[in-house]
C-alpha cells in the first residue's frame, strides 16, 4: 500500500478509534476458553489427499474484538492449525513455524505438539522458540520448530495474541495445499456491528443468532481442493478470499462507518486541499522547471512527470519535510509529490481525476464493497485525453499506468468547485487499458549466410514502445554501465552474448521515456545456426525471433487466463540466399493461429514469406488483444502461445540448384 493510501486509511481508523471507546466490562473471552483435544488422533489422509506433500486438516481462525481494561478497542487473535506430512518436502514446509507479531502487543499463548505416525504426542520443547525484531525486513516475527516431525505424522500448534485494533481486513485463503477444514469466526461486543463477504466460491459467514451477549459470525467450509498456481493467471486473486469489515458502532450513531464517499472526502482532504503558502512554493517549482512552456497540456503532464520522477527522490520514507525544504534537499514524501501532481493540474487548468485501485493481479477492485482493503495504489486519469498514468511509480508515464490496475474497476474522485468551495465527487467506473497497438516489440534482422564456413551474420535492429520498455526505457540512463551491459544482455535473441559486437541503445533520453520507441541495434557472428547436411545445410532461422513461452500443462485448466498488458510483435527476418542454392521447404513457414473471443479477434499469431529475388523476407507477426481470456477460449489462446514456440524451433534446408 502507498504510503498515502496507508496515512489515509490510518487517518480513518483513528477517527473511528475515537468512536470505539467504552466501558471496561468483564468479558469470558474465547481464548481463555479454548482448548486442543487431550487425546489427538492421527489423521488418516484420504487417497486424494495422499498425492499431496501435505493436508491441512484444520485451519480455524478466531478474531475478537473487545474493550481492554481502559475501554479501548483491542483484538484477541486466535489461530489453530493441524498438518499432516505425506513428504519428505512436506517436512520442510511445516517443522519450522513462523509468525508475524507486528502489530502485536503481547503474546498471550503459544502450544504445539507433533502427533507421530505410531499415534504418540511429542510435547512442545519452549526452548525451540525464537523472537526476531525485524525478519528479511518483514518486521518482527516469533518463529518456533516442532520436534519428532516425520513422514506420515501431524503437526498441531495454536497460538493467541493480543493486538492492536484493526477496523477492516481481506483475508486469502491458502489453498496451495487441500485443506480439510477451514473455519473462521469474527466475533465483537454487540454494539460493534461487522460486515463480511466472500469471493471465488468461499462459503459466506452466517450469523450466529443463539448469542446474545455478543456478535459472532462464522464460516465454515470443508474440503477445499488444492489449486496450483498456472501460467498466464492471476492466481493469488482468483483464490478464495473474504473481507471483513466494522460498519456501525451502534452505542455511537448508526451512520455506516465506510461508504465511497467517506473515503473519498477523507482522500480528497488529504490531498485536494492544499495551504496557500504550499501552493505559492509548488507554483514557484513550476516556474523553475518551465512547465508552463510545454506547448500542450499533454506535453505539461509529460515534462512535470519526467521532473518530479527523474529529478527528485520519492519515497514514502523520507518522512514529512515542510514542502520548500523538500524541495530543496530533493527528497519528496508521497503526499507531497502528489501535492505537486494536483496543484499543477489545477494552475495550467488540466481536467484530471484521482484513481484509487488494486493490483488486479492480487486482489480485483470490488465496486459493491466499499472497503480500504481494495484501495493499494494511485492513478490520475485526463479525460480530456483519456489517458492515465501512475503519478507514485517511477516506471511509469502518461498513457502507461502501472499495467496491473488497468482492466480493473476503481474509484474515481474528481474535484467539484461551487463558488469558491470545492469538494469531492466520486463514482467506481473501469480502467480501460492501454490499447495493443501502443506496446510492441518489433525485430527486423538481415542474415547473411556462408555456407562455406557454415557461418551466419546477423544485422539486429530491435524496437521497443510502451509496455515492451516499461520496465527499462525510463531508468536505462540512471543506470551505470556495467548494469546497462546486462540490460542488454536481455534483448540479444540469441543467447551468445560473445558473440555480439557494435551495441548502441538509443531514445533513453528523458524526453524518448514512452514516447519515441527504445532502439537496440548490434551484430553477431554465429556458428551454430548453420548446420551441415551432406551436399545440404540447414539454417534454424526460427532461432532468430529468441526463445519463447511454451504454454503446456498436463493438468485441466482451471483459471481464466491473464496476461499483464496487451501487446504485439512484429519480426521482420530478411535472409539472402547464397548464389547456387535454394530452399526446399519454404512452406513450413507458413503458419496462423487465432484466439476469438465473442466473435472478435483477440489474439494472433502469422508467418509467411515473400521471395524477392535472392532475398527471401519472412514476416513473423504475434498480437494480443485482450488481457482477459476466459476458460473456454483457453485453447485458442493457447495454440497462439505455442505457436511462437513452435516458429522457434523451425529450420531451413539449402539445397544446390
Given at each position: 500500500?502507498?504510503?498515502?493510501?496507508k496515512?489515509n486509511?490510518?487517518n480513518i481508523?483513528?477517527?473511528?478509534l475515537?468512536?470505539?471507546?467504552g466501558k471496561?466490562i468483564a468479558?469470558?473471552?474465547?481464548?481463555?476458553?479454548f482448548?486442543w483435544?487431550k487425546?489427538?488422533?492421527?489423521?488418516?489422509?484420504?487417497e486424494?489427499?495422499?498425492k499431496?506433500e501435505l493436508v491441512?486438516?484444520?485451519?480455524?481462525?478466531v478474531?475478537e474484538?473487545a474493550?481492554?481494561?481502559?475501554g479501548q478497542?483491542?483484538i484477541y487473535e486466535?489461530?489453530h492449525?493441524?498438518y499432516?506430512?505425506?513428504?519428505?518436502?512436506?517436512i520442510?514446509?511445516?517443522?519450522?513455524?513462523?509468525v508475524?507479531?507486528d502489530?502485536v502487543?503481547e503474546?498471550l499463548e503459544?502450544k504445539?505438539r507433533?502427533i507421530t505416525a505410531?499415534n504418540?504426542v511429542?510435547?512442545?520443547?519452549?526452548d525451540?522458540v525464537?523472537?526476531?525484531?525485524?525478519?528479511?525486513?518483514?518486521?518482527?516475527?516469533?518463529i518456533?520448530?516442532?520436534d519428532?516431525?516425520?513422514?506420515?505424522?501431524?503437526v498441531?500448534y495454536?497460538?493467541?495474541?493480543?493486538?492492536s485494533?484493526?477496523p477492516y481486513?481481506?483475508?486469502r485463503?491458502?489453498?496451495?495445499l487441500?485443506?480439510t477444514?477451514?473455519?473462521?469466526?469474527l466475533?465483537?461486543p454487540k454494539?460493534?456491528?461487522?460486515e463480511?463477504?466472500?469471493?471465488?466460491?468461499?462459503?459466506?459467514?452466517?450469523?450466529?443468532?443463539?448469542?446474545?451477549?455478543k456478535?459472532?459470525?462464522?464460516?465454515?467450509?470443508?474440503?477445499?481442493?488444492?489449486?496450483e498456481?498456472?501460467k498466464y493467471?492471476?492466481?493469488k486473486?482468483?483464490?478464495?478470499?473474504?473481507?471483513i469489515?466494522?460498519a456501525?458502532?451502534t452505542d455511537?450513531?448508526?451512520?455506516?462507518?465506510?461508504t465511497?464517499?467517506t473515503i473519498a472526502?477523507?482522500?480528497?482532504?488529504s490531498?485536494?486541499?492544499?495551504?496557500?503558502d504550499?501552493?505559492?512554493i509548488?507554483e514557484k517549482?513550476l516556474d523553475?522547471n518551465?512547465?508552463?512552456?510545454?506547448p500542450?497540456p499533454?506535453?505539461k503532464i509529460?515534462?512535470?512527470?519526467?521532473?518530479v520522477?527523474l529529478?527528485?527522490n520519492?519515497?514514502?520514507?523520507?518522512?514529512?519535510l515542510?514542502?520548500n525544504?523538500?524541495?530543496?534537499?530533493?527528497?519528496l514524501d508521497e503526499?507531497?509529490?502528489?501535492?505537486?501532481y494536483?496543484?499543477?493540474f489545477n494552475v495550467y487548468?488540466?481536467?484530471?481525476?484521482l484513481v484509487i485501485?488494486?493490483?488486479r493481479?492480487?486482489k480485483?477492485f470490488?465496486?459493491?464493497n466499499?472497503?480500504?482493503?481494495?484501495?493499494?495504489d494511485?492513478?490520475f486519469?485526463?479525460?480530456?485525453?483519456?489517458k492515465?498514468?501512475?503519478?507514485?511509480?517511477i516506471l511509469?508515464?502518461?498513457?502507461?499506468p502501472n499495467?496491473n490496475?488497468a482492466?480493473?474497476?476503481?474509484l474515481?474522485?474528481k474535484e467539484?468547485?461551487l463558488?469558491d468551495?470545492?469538494m469531492?465527487?466520486?463514482?467506481i467506473k473501469?480502467?480501460?487499458?492501454?490499447d495493443?497497438?501502443k506496446?510492441?516489440?518489433n525485430?527486423?534482422?538481415?542474415?547473411k549466410?556462408n555456407?562455406?564456413?557454415?557461418?551466419?551474420?546477423?544485422d539486429v535492429?530491435?524496437n521497443l514502445m510502451?509496455?515492451?520498455?516499461?520496465y527499462?526505457?525510463?531508468i536505462?540512463?540512471?543506470l551505470?554501465?556495467?548494469q546497462k551491459?546486462?540490460?542488454n544482455k536481455?534483448?540479444y535473441?540469441?543467447?551468445?552474448?560473445d558473440?555480439v559486437?557494435?551495441?548502441?541503445v538509443s531514445?533513453?533520453?528523458k524526453?524518448?521515456?514512452l514516447?519515441?520507441p527504445?532502439?537496440i541495434?548490434?551484430t553477431q557472428?554465429?556458428?551454430?545456426v548453420?548446420?551441415?547436411?551432406g551436399d545440404?545445410?540447414?539454417?534454424?532461422?526460427?532461432?532468430?525471433?529468441?526463445?519463447?513461452?511454451?504454454?503446456y500443462q498436463?493438468?485441466?485448466?482451471?483459471?481464466d487466463g491473464?496476461?499483464?498488458?496487451?501487446?504485439?510483435?512484429k519480426?521482420?527476418?530478411e535472409?539472402?540466399i547464397?548464389?547456387?542454392?535454394?530452399i526446399d521447404n519454404l512452406?513450413?513457414l507458413?503458419m496462423?493461429?487465432?484466439?476469438?473471443?465473442?466473435?472478435?479477434e483477440?489474439?494472433?499469431f502469422?508467418?509467411?514469406?515473400v521471395?524477392d529475388?535472392?532475398k527471401?523476407?519472412v514476416?513473423?507477426?504475434e498480437d494480443?488483444?485482450a488481457?482477459k481470456y476466459?476458460?473456454?477460449?483457453?485453447?485458442e489462446?493457447?495454440?497462439?502461445?505455442?505457436?511462437?514456440?513452435d516458429?522457434?524451433?523451425?529450420?531451413?534446408?539449402?539445397?544446390?540448384?
Amino acid at each position: 500500500m502507498k504510503s498515502v493510501l496507508k496515512s489515509n486509511a490510518i487517518n480513518i481508523s483513528i477517527l473511528i478509534l475515537s468512536l470505539l471507546s467504552g466501558k471496561s466490562i468483564a468479558q469470558n473471552y474465547f481464548y481463555k476458553t479454548f482448548a486442543w483435544e487431550k487425546q489427538p488422533t492421527l489423521y488418516k489422509p484420504t487417497e486424494l489427499e495422499k498425492k499431496s506433500e501435505l493436508v491441512l486438516v484444520k485451519d480455524f481462525t478466531v478474531l475478537e474484538s473487545a474493550y481492554d481494561k481502559d475501554g479501548q478497542a483491542v483484538i484477541y487473535e486466535t489461530h489453530h492449525r493441524i498438518y499432516h506430512i505425506n513428504t519428505q518436502k512436506g517436512i520442510e514446509e511445516v517443522n519450522k513455524v513462523y509468525v508475524s507479531t507486528d502489530q502485536v502487543n503481547e503474546e498471550l499463548e503459544l502450544k504445539a505438539r507433533c502427533i507421530t505416525a505410531a499415534n504418540k504426542v511429542i510435547p512442545f520443547n519452549a526452548d525451540n522458540v525464537k523472537k526476531v525484531d525485524n525478519l528479511d525486513n518483514a518486521g518482527p516475527y516469533t518463529i518456533f520448530s516442532i520436534d519428532g516431525v516425520d513422514v506420515g505424522c501431524d503437526v498441531e500448534y495454536y497460538y493467541t495474541n493480543k493486538r492492536s485494533f484493526f477496523p477492516y481486513a481481506l483475508y486469502r485463503v491458502n489453498n496451495t495445499l487441500p485443506i480439510t477444514s477451514y473455519q473462521f469466526t469474527l466475533i465483537s461486543p454487540k454494539n460493534l456491528v461487522y460486515e463480511s463477504k466472500c469471493y471465488n466460491g468461499l462459503s459466506a459467514f452466517v450469523k450466529d443468532t443463539t448469542e446474545k451477549e455478543k456478535n459472532i459470525l462464522r464460516l465454515v467450509h470443508n474440503n477445499l481442493q488444492e489449486v496450483e498456481e498456472e501460467k498466464y493467471s492471476s492466481t493469488k486473486a482468483n483464490r478464495p478470499a473474504f473481507s471483513i469489515q466494522l460498519a456501525y458502532n451502534t452505542d455511537k450513531s448508526n451512520a455506516k462507518f465506510y461508504t465511497w464517499e467517506t473515503i473519498a472526502k477523507g482522500y480528497y482532504n488529504s490531498l485536494f486541499v492544499i495551504e496557500k503558502d504550499e501552493q505559492k512554493i509548488i507554483e514557484k517549482f513550476l516556474d523553475k522547471n518551465k512547465i508552463a512552456k510545454a506547448p500542450t497540456p499533454e506535453a505539461k503532464i509529460i515534462l512535470l512527470e519526467n521532473t518530479v520522477k527523474l529529478q527528485y527522490n520519492v519515497s514514502a520514507s523520507n518522512g514529512s519535510l515542510p514542502l520548500n525544504k523538500a524541495l530543496e534537499v530533493r527528497n519528496l514524501d508521497e503526499v507531497a509529490a502528489m501535492k505537486i501532481y494536483i496543484h499543477a493540474f489545477n494552475v495550467y487548468k488540466i481536467p484530471f481525476e484521482l484513481v484509487i485501485t488494486s493490483d488486479r493481479m492480487n486482489k480485483r477492485f470490488d465496486g459493491k464493497n466499499p472497503s480500504q482493503s481494495f484501495l493499494d495504489d494511485i492513478l490520475f486519469y485526463f479525460p480530456d485525453l483519456n489517458k492515465y498514468t501512475s503519478p507514485l511509480e517511477i516506471l511509469s508515464r502518461l498513457d502507461y499506468p502501472n499495467p496491473n490496475n488497468a482492466a480493473n474497476d476503481g474509484l474515481f474522485i474528481k474535484e467539484i468547485v461551487l463558488g469558491d468551495v470545492g469538494m469531492p465527487s466520486s463514482k467506481i467506473k473501469y480502467i480501460t487499458p492501454t490499447d495493443y497497438t501502443k506496446s510492441f516489440h518489433n525485430l527486423n534482422i538481415k542474415t547473411k549466410i556462408n555456407p562455406n564456413t557454415l557461418t551466419a551474420s546477423l544485422d539486429v535492429e530491435q524496437n521497443l514502445m510502451g509496455y515492451s520498455a516499461y520496465y527499462t526505457q525510463p531508468i536505462y540512463e540512471l543506470l551505470n554501465d556495467e548494469q546497462k551491459k546486462d540490460v542488454n544482455k536481455g534483448y540479444y535473441t540469441i543467447d551468445k552474448p560473445d558473440a555480439v559486437k557494435n551495441v548502441v541503445v538509443s531514445n533513453t533520453d528523458k524526453e524518448s521515456i514512452l514516447v519515441k520507441p527504445m532502439k537496440i541495434t548490434y551484430t553477431q557472428d554465429l556458428t551454430d545456426v548453420v548446420e551441415s547436411a551432406g551436399d545440404k545445410f540447414v539454417f534454424k532461422i526460427g532461432e532468430l525471433i529468441g526463445m519463447q513461452s511454451e504454454l503446456y500443462q498436463e493438468k485441466k485448466r482451471v483459471s481464466d487466463g491473464d496476461i499483464f498488458y496487451a501487446h504485439h510483435f512484429k519480426r521482420t527476418l530478411e535472409i539472402e540466399i547464397p548464389d547456387g542454392y535454394k530452399i526446399d521447404n519454404l512452406d513450413d513457414l507458413k503458419m496462423n493461429k487465432t484466439c476469438t473471443i465473442d466473435g472478435k479477434e483477440a489474439a494472433q499469431f502469422k508467418s509467411e514469406y515473400v521471395l524477392d529475388g535472392k532475398k527471401l523476407i519472412v514476416t513473423v507477426y504475434e498480437d494480443y488483444r485482450a488481457i482477459k481470456y476466459p476458460l473456454a477460449n483457453f485453447d485458442e489462446f493457447k495454440a497462439v502461445i505455442n505457436a511462437a514456440a513452435d516458429f522457434n524451433k523451425k529450420s531451413l534446408v539449402f539445397s544446390k540448384n
